[in-house]
């Protein structure tokens, strides 16, 4: 019988404002871990072990690979990211849900391995707005702005793949748009169990 | 950007009348197709190349499946079956929506290769009912049919896996649920296409 919880993929391009969006999520339900990625790179000052990340050896995440113990990973910088499935396992077991906030590839990658897993790609209104909210941040060059949207174009691509897609025009709303996404396919999840069960006790 | 019809997978236990609620399916959607098997079995009487299955030659399989051009694909007795993905794509990009009705384990593999196809299991209403139904058929011994039942059990437990469970205890009921399912779901991809558009469209 697979696990109580459901595993949800978050994506979405930089400017989509995921990571708010992530945090409003995790403050509303107690029932909702985020997932831990796994890394080989150093751990930088203030992160902490188990809590920003799990900072393993290269040796270590080779090991995850070839055991079949990590849901998606990617190479970048000569470092290898990705998700060990153990205690995402666990936590949905638990009954928890588990959220991740991954890239295209990586989303693409659990749908693959995890059928069942709830994918949402956060959408910005439009390509106007998404750049007009990066020239904001005041953090970046024009030039690398537009290196930004081109990018956010190739992944925008890929959101016809994900099951669902919100458009994070208001904060709020767009949280509320994922927690009843969220909580439909629990309900979903809930009756096609009573079903199942129900076939199987009337023998 | 993906196809515009839908995959959908059909399975059930031997009993869940699935046969029927498939014929039933055609009948009422023109813009419904059946997926057609290859298999490298020799065509009994009457069957039609094309029709009932593709006949092809064994190494012609082989290659299909090392070209990847099979969605899924199993051994049984010596011969191979599976479902080239060539024809399915064709009909999918045309907009209609494609019906495989296939046993658990080449659901799951289908599910893992496109997961964006609905998986739908048909469920006895009881197991009381297809050991009844079996019975009723008058076509097998009480030994088989009880082996039958163990197959089904165990079939059974995969439903968990699949997107919808429906029971098939009235068979216009069960047709409707189903239609309705895929109904909804064309809508959802709809929603997502017209959203993903908008987006990219104001720039």
Redo the contacts between chains.
Sequence with gaps: ??SKGILIVLSGPSGSGKGTVLKKMLEKSIDMKLSISATTRSPRVGEKHGEDYYFISKAEFIQLISKNEVLEHTEYCENYYGTPTKQVNEWLEKGKDVVLEIEVNGGTQI???S??AISIFI???????LRERLIARKTESIDIIEKRLQIA?KE??E????D??V?NDSLDECVEKICSIISLEKN?LKE??N??R??????
Excluded: G
């Design positions: 019988m697979p749908k693959k391995k059928p069942s959408l910005p209104p439009s390509l106007k707005v174009l925008i691509q959101a016809y793949n994900y669902y897609v458009v979903k096609k169990f079903i199942i129900e076939v199987l006790e009337n023998v």
